[in-house]
Nanobody
Framework: QVQLAESGGGPVQAGGSLRLSCAAP????????MGWFRQAPGKEREGVAA????????AYSDSVEGRFTISQDKGANTLYLQMNSLKPEDTAMYFC?????????????????????WGQGTQVTVSS
């Protein structure tokens, strides 16, 4: 069982930066992908960044490409999301997720249905 705990959210002004962390104390080699998702009130959940834990490949949504960076520290069992040049439309609850299923091919790592472990979320609020 993998337990995920996000931290690092909070209020920030537009143009500012935040770094989200996702602690995964149960992290094992059986986690193949980890990702960050967000959901704003009244909107659908959106995959914003994902990472293949074994290969290091990454994927970003068009809305955050070039501004957000996903990374992992396997020694610390932690996933990060560095968010720069934040915009008011980035305001949302951000969730960390992990996928423990080996998959030969997938069309995109940003699909929520791939992930079977989820954190409780951390709120990011960007003011203009």
């Amino acid at each position: 069982q993998v337990q995920l705990a996000e931290s690092g959210g909070g209020p920030v002004q537009a143009g500012g930066s935040l770094r989200l962390s996702c602690a995964a104390p149960g992290y094992t080699s059986n986690i193949y992908r980890m990702g960050w998702f967000r959901q704003a009130p009244g909107k659908e959940r959106e995959g914003v960044a994902a990472l293949s834990t074994h290969h290091g490949s990454t994927a970003y949504s068009d809305s955050v490409e070039g501004r957000f960076t996903i990374s992992q520290d396997k020694g610390a069992n932690t996933l990060y999301l560095q968010m720069n040049s934040l915009k008011p439309e980035d305001t949302a609850m951000y969730f960390c997720a992990a996928d423990s299923t080996a998959r030969p091919t997938i069309p995109s790592m940003l699909q929520g249905w791939l992930y079977n472990y989820w954190g409780q979320g951390t709120q990011v609020t960007v003011s203009s």
